[in-house]
């Protein structure tokens, strides 16, 4: 039975990445913020851990609790922050929204590296389109940059791993109905996370370091 790590996952697209691996048979490691939040993941019978992905330490400590190979590492845990940077207050939440988006993804990345080569497994970034620089639309600075510094740093640590047993992606989830999408996000959950799923299976060791939508089609950088 494959096992999957899957962050942020009491909510959202974590949630639903959790429901459908299990209902497949995966073993689901599951993170949360806040295990008192969690009804929904506990009724869905897989393991939950407490992980904030502010705390450095404890995301670097945290492939000791974990102990076994790894098939999947989702890095899905994300925030969107403020619209603009014009306060000192929005310049703080920037560097917390890099922390989030960009730096956490990346640290646990390195960390979860042994188990994951260890099952010659996949690790796959949950960035947007809006870390694209080549996208047009504008608006929301922190989030943009957070996911092209996310981009950046999981390009360069795919072709630094290429040796290892390892293969890694950014993909898009295309504009989702969640918290962080709103309810005129035309995708439903199910169906962004399904789509994913399957680029997920067919992601070939050649792709390592791609950055693809929902469906598997190639984005800009
Ligand atoms: N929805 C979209 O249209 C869309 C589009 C492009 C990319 N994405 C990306 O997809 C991913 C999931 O987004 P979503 O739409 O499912 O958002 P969501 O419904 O807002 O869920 C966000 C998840 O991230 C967790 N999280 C936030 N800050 C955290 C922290 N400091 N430590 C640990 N967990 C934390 C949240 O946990 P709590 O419940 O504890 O807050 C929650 O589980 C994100 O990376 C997002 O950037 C989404």
Known sequence: M???????AGRGLGLEFARQYAGDGWQVISTVRDPAGAAELER???RIETLDML?????????ERLGAPLDLFIANAGVSGPQRI????AAGEWQRVHAVNAVAPTLL??????????????????TSRMGSIADSSGGYLAYRASKAALNAAWRALALSLAKQPVTLALLHPGWVRTDMGGPSAPLPL???VSAMRRVIASLAPEQSGAFLDYRGDPLPW
């Open 2 to 8: 494959p096992t999957i790590l899957v962050t942020g």
């Open 109 to 126: 990345a390195g960390a979860l590296l042994p188990l994951v080569a260890a099952a010659q497994g996949k690790m796959v970034a949950i």
């Open 86 to 89: 014009e306060t000192a207050e």
């Open 44 to 46: 869905l019978g897989v």
């Open 190 to 192: 199910a169906e962004s």
């Open 55 to 63: 705390d450095p330490a404890a995301l670097a400590a945290f492939p």
